[in-house]
């Protein structure tokens, strides 16, 4: 099929919009922010809000300034479920790395509110929309002294 086209590849030269958050508390996110790179840029922490959960909404979040606060994505309501997994890494410590899972049964915030649960600069997770009720999660976060997990 010569004509084909894939939907699922971005065009050549596609740029992905970036938003930097520098307030305590931003307003929900909307469906049509679907695609953006969103970077947390306030020390102090925030809290961000996904949408609805709907398959195919993709959201991507990096930490681009270490939080003395807490930071979390939490989903729009208590049937909106994460699922998947990050990697979390201590530089300080070439052995120690994580991998932690939410267990689907009622992890709805993901809390980066200390260090050992990856507020660090460095890390990138991105919240996938599978159905109605999924968020799918996945990254690597950067974290120091007791790495613990961001679900709750």
Do not use: C
Not at 48 to 67: H, W
């Amino acid at each position: 099929m010569p004509n084909a086209v894939n939907l699922n590849k971005k065009p050549h030269g596609w740029v992905e919009e970036v938003v930097s958050i520098t307030t305590a508390t931003n307003d929900q996110l909307k469906n049509t922010d679907s695609g953006k790179v969103f970077a947390f840029n306030r020390a102090a922490g925030t809290s961000i809000m996904l949408p609805k959960a709907a398959a195919g909404l993709v959201f991507k979040f990096v930490v681009q300034t270490a939080f003395t606060g807490v930071a979390q994505i939490l989903t729009d309501n208590s049937a909106d479920l994460y699922t998947g997994g990050v990697r979390m890494v201590d530089p300080a410590n070439a052995t120690d790395i994580n991998y932690f899972q939410p267990d689907v049964s009622n992890d709805r915030i993901f809390d980066m509110g200390s260090d050992g649960q990856g507020r660090l600069a460095g890390g990138v997770v991105t919240f996938t929309g599978l159905s109605s009720t999924r968020w799918h999660v996945e990254g690597t976060l950067v974290g120091d002294g007791t790495l613990a997990t961001p679900f709750e």
